[in-house]
């Protein structure tokens, strides 16, 4: 946008005139044609306030102008001086200038040189390592010192060296597992098998193998597992088992002790029952229509052979049908009457 230039210096007010006499209202004529806006003339005193007259249609808009070339912003002119303190007079608003287009945007400028590094100076030599020293032998273990007194005279001697660790001896073997004999003698650490068990002996023993604390047991031998035994269906006159499976009103029980009570009752443990019937669905939506078939054959019309008495059915598409032989139903209706 353009810079304005300077305000002009504010004109001396003139003296104000003799106020006149009001005249007479008069009649209010036509209005005229609107004319020729003239020169601005120079702004003259004060009047008297006029009565106020009617106020005036307002005129047509004109046509917008052209927009108007950018005018050269002009120097700042002297500032001018204080006018004297005087009656101040606001002039209209003038309209607002043109816009100023705006300027080119400068080139950037080249960026500046980087200085140079500084040359690095030459790196120090490492030193060499010296060689690791040998170690030196071990010293000889100090004797012990002199003991003190324990109230008898005389000291103590030096303890002796320690002597050579003896070889390994031979791995111990298990003895082989036997069966216990009544009566027999087992000795310490025998394996003997009695009752379904094997046991080892503690000591040298002849009693029989148990918890006698002669024994120690090692294994002993397990019960065979039971399973379900299907009975068929409950009666209540049958005597039933621990373990036991019988059907009753559409379910399966199976017996949780000997000679159990009623089924069922505490002494039965339903497995399973009959099923029951599932809660209906929802409905589902209404399918779409199907295609309309073709039309089906019918009979059009009979033909009648009247010496044998035979009809014959004519169908829609043109084939003959089954034929109907009445010879037989006439002969009987003359036989019924």
């Known amino acids: 946008m353009g810079r304005a230039g300077p305000a002009g210096p504010v004109g001396d007010v003139g003296p104000a005139g003799p106020a006149g006499v009001p005249g007479i209202r008069g009649e209010f004529g036509q209005k005229g044609d609107k004319g020729d806006p003239g020169e601005r003339g120079p702004i003259g005193a004060v009047g008297p306030q006029g009565q106020m007259g009617l106020m005036g249609k307002d005129g047509p808009a004109g046509p917008i102008g052209p ?25 209209p ?30 790196a120090g030599s490492v030193g060499a390592r010296g060689e690791k020293g040998e170690r030196g032998e071990k010293g000889d273990q100090g004797l012990p010192g002199i003991v003190g007194k324990d109230g008898r005279d005389g000291l103590v001697g030096p303890i002796g060296p320690s002597g050579p660790k003896g070889e390994q001896g031979p791995m111990g073997r298990v003895t082989h597992v036997k069966h216990y004999s009544a009566g027999a003698v087992s000795y310490a650490l025998e394996l003997v098998s009695h009752k379904g068990a094997t046991w080892q002996a503690t000591k040298d023993t002849s ?71 599932g809660v209906a669905g929802e409905k589902g939506d209404r399918g779409e229509r199907g295609l309309q078939g073709e039309p089906g054959v019918t009979i059009r019309s009979w033909s009648i052979d009247r010496k044998s008495y035979v009809a014959t059915p004519v169908l829609t598409d043109g084939t003959l049908g089954p034929t109907l032989a009445l010879g037989g139903l006439f002969e009987q209706f003359q036989t019924d009457q």
């Open 67 to 91: 927009r108007g070339e950018p005018g050269i912003i002009g120097k700042d002119g002297s500032a001018g001086r204080d006018g004297a303190n005087g009656l101040t007079i606001i002039g």
């Open 93 to 122: 608003v003038g309209p607002a200038g043109p816009r100023g287009e705006v300027g080119l945007r400068g080139e950037r400028g080249l960026p500046g040189m980087v200085g140079r590094d500084g040359k690095t100076g030459p």
């Open 207 to 277: 009693r029989e193998p148990g918890d006698n604390g002669d024994w120690i047991l090692i294994a002993r031998a397990g019960q065979d597992g039971r399973s379900f035994v299907v009975r068929g269906t409950y009666d209540p006159a049958t005597q039933y088992r621990d373990m036991d499976v019988v059907v009753n009103n559409g379910a399966s029980f199976v017996c949780l002790k000997d000679e159990p009570g009623a089924c069922p009752g505490e002494d039965w443990q339903m497995i399973a029952r009959q099923g029951q019937r």
